[in-house]
């Protein structure tokens, strides 16, 4: 298996290494740590593998934000944790969809993923665990993949959190310690499977839900003059608590938690891509004084808007 790191868009290389097809190594668990370094970027890598299982934690240092393309000639199951800073990243199989994660959030895919590109700004700290699809459904059966994808919440559970630290931090070495590491991930997904889905407060009715969803465009269509809950609730024909009940069940966000999210989300699009000024992007996504939204972003992004737009 071929792995490589490059720039995006220029393309131009920055890390690659071949592996064997089922992480397969002569020693009990192989290791390896990188430190790359140029003026604009700091990455430091460690990895650890054996068969069936990579590990991988990534700390990234940055003057501006960048953007990566990670590809690998294999597909595994993935386990992605941010355990510091914002990554937001794109695969293949949703090209121009990009998801992003905070400080303690975490996200799985089932495989059919080979290629991420990824922005990433300031510092971050990711944890990545690949387990091969032979492994994956030997150890879980393979019904069991979309099962466990409906378990995992976003945010990192302390649990989940306490399980993530042994794993980057295991005790032992050798055979000792590839026995420990495996025994980690088998409490990962063991725990996956034990966590309580969300309370439901009840079943919707279609055409509730059809309503909930009209006020979700609404709230995406008009990010200057945002409706008031009644406003909202009153446009779409539906009371006040079944609209703040129902947006929370289906989105899982409140209402201005879901205005928030998006206006940060064009934000940065606006910045970053189209290179606009921070006072006009400011005025788009609804913030009459620039200062607040500058004030925002800096708390959602962990940096300043300003630094996005710079050529």
């Given at each position: 298996?071929?792995?490589k790191l490059s720039t995006?868009?220029?393309?131009k290389?920055?890390y690659?290494?071949?592996?064997p097809?089922n992480?397969?190594?002569?020693?009990?668990?192989?290791?390896i740590?990188?430190?790359?370094k140029?003026d604009?970027f700091n990455f430091?890598?460690?990895q650890?593998?054996?068969?069936g299982?990579?590990?991988s934690i990534?700390e990234i240092?940055l003057?501006?934000?960048e953007?990566?393309?990670?590809?690998s000639?294999q597909?595994?199951?993935?386990?992605?944790?941010?355990?510091?800073?914002?990554i937001?990243?794109c695969?293949?199989r949703?090209?121009?969809?990009?998801?992003?994660?905070a400080?303690?959030?975490q996200d799985?895919?089932?495989g059919l993923?080979?290629?991420?590109?990824?922005?990433?700004?300031g510092k971050?700290?990711?944890?990545?665990?690949q387990?091969?699809?032979?492994y994956f459904c030997?150890?879980?059966?393979?019904?069991?993949a979309?099962?466990?994808?409906?378990t995992?919440?976003k945010s990192?559970s302390p649990?989940i959190?306490?399980i993530?630290?042994?794993?980057?931090?295991?005790?032992?070495?050798?055979?000792?310690?590839?026995?420990?590491l495996?025994?980690?991930i088998?409490?990962l997904i063991?725990?996956?499977?034990n966590?309580?889905?969300k309370?439901?407060?009840?079943?919707?009715k279609k055409?509730d839900?059809?309503?909930?969803?009209?006020?979700k465009?609404l709230?995406?269509?008009?990010l200057?003059?945002p409706?008031?809950l009644?406003?909202l609730s009153?446009k779409v024909?539906?009371?006040?608590?079944k609209l703040k009940r129902g947006f929370?069940e289906?989105t899982g966000y409140?209402v201005?938690?879901?205005?928030?999210?998006?206006?940060?989300?064009?934000?940065?699009?606006f910045l970053?891509?189209?290179?606009k000024t921070?006072?006009?992007?400011s005025?788009l996504?609804g913030?009459?004084?620039?200062?607040h939204?500058i004030?925002?972003?800096?708390?959602q992004?962990?940096i300043?808007p300003?630094s996005?737009n710079k050529?």
């Amino acid at each position: 298996m071929e792995v490589k790191l490059s720039t995006n868009p220029e393309g131009k290389i920055i890390y690659e290494h071949t592996y064997p097809d089922n992480f397969d190594g002569a020693k009990d668990v192989e290791e390896i740590v990188t430190e790359l370094k140029t003026d604009d970027f700091n990455f430091h890598i460690t990895q650890k593998w054996f068969s069936g299982i990579h590990i991988s934690i990534f700390e990234i240092g940055l003057q501006r934000e960048e953007s990566f393309s990670f590809e690998s000639s294999q597909q595994h199951i993935g386990f992605l944790f941010c355990l510091s800073g914002t990554i937001n990243y794109c695969h293949n199989r949703h090209q121009h969809h990009f998801l992003s994660l905070a400080k303690n959030e975490q996200d799985f895919n089932i495989g059919l993923i080979n290629s991420i590109k990824f922005n990433v700004a300031g510092k971050t700290r990711c944890l990545y665990i690949q387990l091969t699809q032979a492994y994956f459904c030997q150890l879980t059966g393979a019904e069991l993949a979309n099962d466990l994808k409906k378990t995992i919440q976003k945010s990192i559970s302390p649990e989940i959190g306490l399980i993530l630290q042994q794993i980057i931090y295991p005790r032992h070495e050798g055979r000792v310690k590839r026995l420990y590491l495996e025994a980690r991930i088998f409490e990962l997904i063991i725990a996956y499977f034990n966590q309580k889905p969300k309370k439901q407060t009840g079943i919707m009715k279609k055409d509730d839900v059809e309503k909930i969803i009209m006020a979700k465009r609404l709230v995406e269509y008009d990010l200057q003059n945002p409706n008031s809950l009644m406003e909202l609730s009153r446009k779409v024909g539906i009371n006040d608590f079944k609209l703040k009940r129902g947006f929370k069940e289906l989105t899982g966000y409140t209402v201005f938690g879901y205005l928030y999210k998006i206006r940060m989300e064009k934000a940065h699009y606006f910045l970053s891509k189209e290179k606009k000024t921070v006072n006009e992007v400011s005025f788009l996504v609804g913030y009459k004084n620039a200062q607040h939204f500058i004030t925002a972003f800096k708390k959602q992004y962990n940096i300043l808007p300003g630094s996005l737009n710079k050529s």
